[in-house]
């Protein structure tokens, strides 16, 4: 079957975070692959994933990197697909640095940035199924019924005093 999302990351160190997205995936049905492509370790490579993305048939790419994060500027440089960026939180200043790398593309080349680590990664997952659904319709009623199973959580646990 034809794979829509493309999941990359800069590192095998990513994954923690990155496989969140890929259980939001998993969960929806919707079709991906996972890759490790380095904007400054695998740079031929990471071109190559990036032009060849439409004619593969992809439809999103989700791109997570850490520190100098430049993969999901970089992928969103030679593609017109939407780009989902994750900020990678890091050691040494928490994700900031990888926020701010992410985020502050110039206009022209957009990026799709979500918030630091696993939140940012989940929610790259459902936007990623929130643009497919725009034209799958049964994929736009199973994210439906996901808000609805949240809204009933928190409807059955509205006591924060409750075990
Ligand atoms: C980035 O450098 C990766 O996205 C990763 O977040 C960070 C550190 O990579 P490793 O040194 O752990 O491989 O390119």
Same mark, same amino acid.
């Given at each position: +079957?034809?794979?829509?999302?493309?999941?990359? +990351?800069? /590192?095998?160190?990513?994954?923690?975070? +990155?496989? #969140?997205?890929?259980?939001?995936?998993?969960?929806?049905?919707? *079709?991906?692959?996972? *890759?490790? @492509?380095?904007? &400054?370790?695998?740079?031929?490579?990471?071109?190559?994933?990036?032009?060849?993305?439409?004619?593969?048939? !992809?439809? @999103?790419?989700?791109?997570?990197?850490?520190? =100098?994060? &430049?993969?999901?500027?970089?992928? =969103?440089?030679?593609?017109?697909?939407?780009?989902?960026?994750?900020?990678?939180?890091?050691? =040494? !200043?928490?994700?900031?640095?990888?926020?701010? /790398?992410?985020?502050?593309?110039?206009?022209?080349?957009?990026?799709?940035?979500?918030?630091?680590?696993?939140?940012?990664?989940?929610?790259?997952?459902?936007?990623?199924?929130?643009?497919?659904?725009?034209?799958?319709? #049964?994929?736009?009623?199973?994210?439906?019924?996901? *808000?609805?199973?949240?809204?009933? /959580? @928190?409807?059955?646990?509205?006591?924060?005093?409750?075990?």
């Amino acid at each position: +079957m034809q794979v829509q999302v493309g999941v990359i +990351m800069g /590192s095998q160190s990513d994954w923690p975070t +990155m496989e #969140n997205a890929c259980k939001v995936l998993d969960e929806l049905e919707v *079709r991906y692959e996972q *890759r490790i @492509v380095s904007a &400054h370790r695998t740079p031929d490579q990471m071109f190559r994933y990036a032009e060849q993305a439409t004619e593969r048939g !992809l439809q @999103v790419i989700i791109a997570g990197a850490g520190g =100098a994060a &430049h993969l999901p500027g970089m992928v =969103a440089s030679k593609t017109v697909l939407p780009v989902i960026g994750v900020p990678i939180q890091t050691s =040494a !200043l928490g994700g900031l640095d990888s926020l701010l /790398s992410i985020v502050q593309m110039p206009g022209g080349v957009p990026v799709a940035t979500v918030a630091i680590g696993k939140a940012g990664a989940v929610n790259a997952g459902l936007l990623a199924a929130q643009i497919l659904a725009l034209s799958d319709a #049964n994929l736009r009623t199973r994210l439906e019924a996901r *808000r609805e199973a949240i809204l009933q /959580s @928190v409807l059955e646990k509205d006591d924060p005093a409750d075990d």
